[in-house]
């Protein structure tokens, strides 16, 4: 299950760093993270949201507000793949800060498994813009890219020069060191695990089809009908005590109806030879 909104706030100097951590929902506690941001620069670290709701993304967008009139200059820091979704849909995300990284998303078809890369900005260079080469850690084959480079990129056309990335990198370094390669590994079968934090991913359920009963094969007219989710007696477009559905084993009884009136007219034919052959004896 996905982690409940967790931040923690460090300060060193003129720069704040804060980290925030699960899903950004109606439940968040962003606004009580506001008097401990001051003057100066204050970067936030994004890498492990899962997920953010819309509203999340208003009470973000009113905290970001917040921090802005208090001159503190806004740097995002290793945003997410759901970070970046919703820098590329709202145009107001980052207000006036800037992304100096992100992560990057990549799938490897021969083992399944996904990674998340962690890029710099300023290391992407002019448009049009290109995923880095990532490879499997299972495999060491190049993995795929798991989204569209024009959309997952276009944030990058407006974004600005970060300021003292030195200085920045310097306090990341101290509250949220890098252990080893920056990537992240996960899953698409079953939970899925970002640097600890647990995502649960799992397929879209197909609803079932109607099951349709052949119990009435053979049998004297009475096997079950198909269900299609609608009372007895009752289906979409037909008067009620009528059914779309038939089963095979009904079949005699609509026959038997034939039957009686070919039996008649050969009654009826019968009768007639009679009365036409005992007129021919008597006529004589």
């Not at 100097?13 to 204050?42: Q, S």
């Not at 970001?64 to 290793?78: M, R, S």
């Not at 499997?136 to 276009?154: G, I, K, Q, R």
């Amino acid at each position: 299950m996905s982690q409940k909104f967790q931040a923690t706030v460090h300060q060193r100097d003129d720069v704040t760093f804060v980290k925030l951590a699960g899903v950004i929902d109606e439940d968040n506690e962003l606004t009580d993270l506001v008097d401990k941001i001051g003057a100066g620069t204050c970067v936030i670290d994004l890498g492990e949201v899962e997920r953010i709701n819309s509203c999340g993304v208003r009470d973000w967008v009113n905290w970001l507000g917040k921090i802005e009139k208090k001159d503190a200059d806004v740097v995002l820091v290793e945003c997410s793949p759901a970070i970046v979704a919703q820098i590329n849909l709202v145009n107001n995300f980052t207000g006036a800060g800037v992304v100096k990284s992100f992560y990057v998303p990549y799938f490897c078809p021969e083992c399944d498994e996904e990674k998340v890369l962690l890029a710099e900005t300023a290391d992407m260079g002019p448009p049009p813009h290109e995923p880095p080469t990532c490879r499997c850690d299972e495999c060491d084959l190049v993995m795929d890219f798991d989204d569209m480079p024009d959309s997952y990129f276009a944030f990058l056309a407006n974004q600005k020069t970060v300021a003292e990335p030195g200085k920045i990198q310097a306090v990341i370094n101290e509250f949220n060191p890098a252990e080893g390669e920056k990537s992240k590994i996960r899953s698409r079968v079953g939970s899925t695990s970002l640097s600890g934090a647990s995502l649960s991913s799992s397929l879209p359920s197909v609803p079932s089809l109607p099951s349709i009963s052949r119990s009435g094969l053979g049998g004297t007219g009475t096997g079950s009908r198909p269900s299609f989710g609608t009372s007895p007696g009752t289906s979409p477009g037909t008067n009620p005590g009528t059914n779309p559905g038939f089963a095979l084993g009904d079949r005699p009884a609509v026959a038997a109806p034939k039957n009686n009136t070919v039996v008649y007219v050969l009654v009826g034919v019968l009768l007639l030879a009679i009365g036409v052959l005992g007129f021919l004896l008597f006529a004589k």
